[in-house]
């Protein structure tokens, strides 16, 4: 299975994400709204039940997350367009104990650094590079924000050229 640890949305969060996508076109591909999360560690190919005994260790509380930035990460294959959470302190810990708790039960994940964000549209690279840079300029409304509660195990399948998410747990946070 394909996992990754993350939350999902609330569809207040989504429907104004939605306002920030820029159109579909044949070269851009928007992430519905059930499908924006934000992700805490990618893990990739594992057993989820090792996984997610594993996560079980993870305690923390409720979490109030700011979306303040939009942004681009550029590839080979495009660009992925980006909203980013503003930097918070009891979220980065969050994300330690969650790679902490999987690194104690010798899962490997993702070593990246960790830049908090929730895509919104992945622009392959014969897109216009207006695109991008249209997307660059918009603001962020400074009441784009939601709590935290709860994380899961995501397990990740690609049918018909689009990715599916099946909840494989659910972590509720105090």
Same mark, same amino acid.
């Given at each position: 299975?394909r *996992?990754?640890?993350?939350?999902?949305? =609330?569809?207040?969060?989504?429907?104004? *994400?939605?306002?920030?996508?820029p159109e579909?076109?044949?070269?851009i591909?928007?992430v519905?709204? %059930?499908?924006?999360? *934000?992700? *805490?560690n990618?893990?990739?190919d594992?057993?989820?039940?090792?996984?997610?005994?594993?996560?079980?260790?993870?305690k923390?509380?409720?979490i109030?997350?700011?979306?303040?930035?939009?942004?681009?990460? %550029?590839?080979?294959?495009?660009?992925?367009?980006?909203?980013?959470?503003?930097?918070n302190?009891?979220l980065?810990?969050?994300?330690?104990?969650?790679?902490?708790?999987?690194?104690r039960?010798?899962? =490997?994940?993702?070593?990246?650094?960790?830049?908090?964000?929730?895509?919104?549209?992945?622009?392959?690279?014969?897109?216009?590079?207006?695109?991008?840079?249209?997307?660059?300029?918009?603001?962020?409304?400074?009441?784009?924000?939601?709590?935290?509660?709860?994380f899961?195990?995501?397990?990740?399948?690609?049918?018909?050229?689009?990715?599916?998410? %099946?909840?494989?747990?659910?972590?509720?946070?105090?």
């Amino acid at each position: 299975m394909r *996992l990754f640890v993350a939350t999902d949305l =609330p569809q207040a969060t989504t429907a104004v *994400l939605q306002t920030l996508q820029p159109e579909a076109g044949k070269y851009i591909r928007l992430v519905k709204p %059930e499908r924006m999360h *934000l992700t *805490l560690n990618f893990v990739g190919d594992a057993d989820a039940e090792r996984v997610a005994d594993a996560l079980q260790a993870v305690k923390s509380s409720s979490i109030r997350l700011s979306l303040d930035r939009v942004g681009v990460f %550029e590839s080979s294959a495009g660009q992925v367009l980006w909203v980013g959470v503003r930097e918070n302190s009891r979220l980065e810990d969050l994300q330690k104990k969650i790679t902490d708790s999987l690194r104690r039960a010798h899962i =490997p994940s993702d070593t990246r650094p960790f830049l908090p964000h929730i895509t919104l549209a992945r622009c392959r690279v014969q897109a216009d590079p207006a695109v991008a840079s249209y997307f660059l300029k918009q603001a962020v409304s400074a009441n784009l924000h939601f709590t935290l509660n709860q994380f899961h195990l995501f397990n990740s399948a690609v049918k018909s050229a689009q990715p599916t998410y %099946e909840v494989c747990a659910t972590f509720p946070l105090a």
